[in-house]
């Protein structure tokens, strides 16, 4: 007759605790592991500098119809950084799937369960997603506006240099321009769990509300001193604007709300059920 197995019951195995450190190298490995990102990256490259380059050959051989007040305005440099309009939608996409694909899969309760403290795996995502979309940002900057000027060179047309007054202020201003848009994406992916919802908010955000800024009451006019590809996007500008005479005052409120936006994002995501 064969005792029965016995089993020595120890002391309970003290969890390893996920560090934030750790969590931040888990979401670059998932987010660098997606075919999706490296795609979005290559779209966002080849849809900005295609614009640009369209844009400053247009910008280039029109130049010689200007009038003499609007060749005073002319502003190579902000011409050459209009692709983030396109940009922007392209990194809002980077920044909803981070959130968006983990629901969408399920792979959310697996993220939760190695990493149960839910303000810190959405602050590594957000962290995550605001990196590259600054770092890929930066980067279509810089080359937007080293082609833009090339091209505006050889048509023998007025172009900046990277040491002029305000060109790398332009350029930086657009790198946290972009990374803030994608924080805002973050922040609305994790509200609404939906791609396509999200994404349709981001572009009502920065395309259609500016788009009818006009339609708006006189009181609300100051709001968009602040708003998405109005007053925040004024810091891509290489001229002052008289409209907007402060951009990083303008582009330091377009941060605010999208704080406010993240706020609401950390408070959801905490209490909602996955």
Excluded at 197 to 220: H, I, T
Aim: aromatic share 8%; glycine share 10%; proline share 5%.
């Amino acid at each position: 007759m064969s005792s029965p197995a016995t089993t020595t019951v120890g002391t309970p195995a003290t969890g390893h605790r996920v560090g934030f450190t750790h969590s931040l190298r888990a979401e670059w490995i998932k987010l660098r592991s997606l075919r999706s990102t490296w795609y979005t990256l290559a779209f966002l490259f080849l849809v900005g500098l295609g614009i640009t380059f369209l844009a400053m050959n247009s910008a280039g051989e029109g130049y010689s119809a200007l009038t003499a007040e609007e060749k005073r305005s002319w502003d190579p440099v902000g011409l050459s950084l209009r692709s983030f309009i396109v940009a922007q939608l392209i990194v809002s996409v980077l920044g909803i799937l981070v959130v968006t694909s983990e629901f969408a899969t399920g792979l959310m309760r697996t993220s939760l369960a190695a990493a149960p403290r839910r303000h810190r795996l959405l602050a590594a995502k957000t962290v995550v997603a605001a990196a590259l979309a600054w770092a890929a940002g930066q980067l279509l900057m810089l080359a937007s506006l080293l082609l833009g000027q090339s091209l505006l060179a050889a048509q023998d047309v007025p172009y900046a240099k990277l040491g002029d007054p305000g060109v790398l202020s332009a350029v930086a201003g657009g790198g946290l321009y972009l990374a803030a848009i994608a924080l805002l994406a973050v922040g609305l992916g994790t509200i609404m769990r939906a791609t396509a919802g999200a994404l349709a908010s981001v572009v009502g955000v920065v395309l259609l509300v500016p788009a009818l800024a006009e339609m708006f009451p006189s009181w609300l006019q100051s709001l968009f001193d602040f708003w998405p590809t109005l007053g925040g996007a004024a810091v891509l500008a290489g001229a002052p604007d008289p409209e907007y005479p402060h951009p990083w005052l303008n582009l330091f409120g377009m941060c605010l709300g999208v704080a406010a936006v993240l706020a609401v994002a950390f408070a959801v995501f905490r209490r909602r059920d996955v």
